[in-house]
């Protein structure tokens, strides 16, 4: 099983800045794709950012040039940095992990945080 423990949500101000974190465990999966999907109200689950393994990155159109995903692989941790923020990135952010789990049988999986609220003011 794995566990991820995201942080960094919050209150701020349009233009400001935020960055969330997200820890994963779990020793028998390992780690291909890392990302971060953010959902609004009554708004369907949007990809925002992901990075694979050998750092390679996509951005949603809406976030290019303000917000930079990265990743300590040593952590299994993935970051985002989020700066000048627009009300408009008001969502609660989910980080997602894929990879292979490894035990008697090996599969691919995929496992989502608990989700962490970004609010942006006007």
């Known amino acids: 099983q794995v566990q991820l423990v995201e942080s960094g949500g919050g209150l701020v101000q349009a233009g400001g800045s935020l960055r969330l974190s997200c820890a994963a465990s779990g020793s028998t999966f390992s780690i291909d794709t890392m990302g971060w999907y953010r959902q609004a109200p009554e708004k369907q689950r949007e990809l925002v950012a992901g990075i694979s393994s050998r750092g390679t990155t996509n951005y949603a159109d809406s976030v290019k040039g303000r917000f930079t995903i990265s990743r300590d692989n040593d952590k299994n941790t993935v970051y985002l940095q989020m700066n000048s923020l627009k009300p408009e990135d008001t969502a609660v952010y989910y980080c997602?992990?894929?990879?292979?789990?490894?035990?008697?049988?090996?599969?691919?999986?995929?496992?989502w945080g608990q989700g962490t609220q970004v609010t942006v003011s006007s």
């Open positions: 997602n992990v894929k990879g292979t789990v490894v035990s008697i049988y090996t599969y691919r999986e995929e496992y």
